[in-house]
């Protein structure tokens, strides 16, 4: 296996984990400043907007896959994440999974600026 064969999955995962990690910074500092309601409105705001820029840095530097696939593996890291390290170690419940503009929401939004990142840089490329 060549060294271009390892990095690229570890290349988009670290990606997907950075988008991860600004949005969970964002939910903690949201939730620090403000009330619970505020917090998560202004995460389902913030979060396209993170996807959107992480999306475009990938694309415009790797672009080693398509945009759905992007979108796939951004989304699926990002529920994974927050299923695994946010609902069982840090809130230890899955009560954050009933709400939409908490979890669904984001996770949609995330999913179509990633997704919509990918078709416009390779449309312009």
């Not at 709400?99 to 984001?106: A, H, K, N, R």
Request: hydrophobic share 60%.
């Amino acid at each position: 296996m060549s060294l271009t064969k390892v990095w690229k999955p570890i290349i988009i995962l670290m990606h997907a984990l950075v988008l991860w990690a600004l949005c969970g910074a964002v939910m903690f500092l949201g939730r620090e400043l403000f009330s619970m309601k505020a917090a998560l409105i202004i995460h389902l705001l913030v979060a396209p907007v993170i996807s959107y820029l992480i999306s475009l840095l990938y694309f415009k530097k790797f672009n080693y896959t398509t945009p759905l696939q992007t979108a796939i593996i951004f989304v699926s890291v990002v529920i994974l994440m927050d299923f695994f390290i946010v609902a069982l170690l840090i809130e230890k419940s899955f009560e954050m999974f009933a709400s939409v503009i908490g979890t669904w929401g984001p996770f949609a939004l995330i999913f179509m600026a990633a997704y919509l990142t990918g078709i416009t840089v390779k449309k312009r490329s």
